[in-house]
């Protein structure tokens, strides 16, 4: 619904609407950009947990420190796509009126992360089957040997 104002100008009255335009109600809210983020980096998470997902499991003879490192930066990926997540929606939020376009890079740049955090866990995974290629020996191997599960790779094709 329409409201009316008496343009000065000319003597007449000018309808001025009060609606929303269509384009902007297509728009992704900083709401939306949060959740859709969190609900991927969520899923990024439970993709890791050897309970929730099937992984490949590797007995490897001696620790490897390169496979600890790949873990963690595979985690800081995820974390680093949720804080993508947030900080976009805070940008969302500070500018007023802002692009069509800024919620879609958001989301890109947060599957981008997701897809490299499992192209790492990919890396690790070609890691520990090379390492486990030698036979487990108890005597030849470490006092306690490295248990490691590799994950499916939801994000990674």
Not at 33 to 42: F, H, N, R, S, T
Not at 88 to 114: E, Y
Not at 116 to 131: K, M, R
Request: net charge neutral; hydrophobic share 50%.
């Amino acid at each position: 619904m329409g409201t009316r104002r008496l343009d000065r100008t000319s003597g007449g009255t000018v309808n001025v609407s009060s609606e929303q335009h269509p384009h902007n109600a297509r728009q992704l809210q900083a709401g939306q950009v949060v959740a859709i983020g969190w609900l991927l980096c969520g899923a990024a998470l439970v993709e890791r947990v050897p309970r929730f997902a099937s992984g490949h499991r590797y007995l490897l003879c001696h620790h490897s420190s390169v496979l600890d490192r790949l873990t963690l930066t595979a985690l800081a990926l995820v974390l680093a796509a949720g804080v993508v997540a947030l900080a976009g929606a805070i940008m969302m939020q500070a500018k007023n009126p802002h692009r069509v376009a800024f919620p879609a890079v958001c989301l890109v740049v947060v599957a981008a992360l997701l897809v490299a955090a499992d192209g790492v866990d990919a890396h690790g995974e070609n890691l520990a089957t090379q390492l486990s290629a030698t036979p487990f020996t108890a005597g030849a191997c470490d006092y306690i040997p490295q248990d490691y599960v590799a994950t499916p790779g939801w994000f990674f094709w």
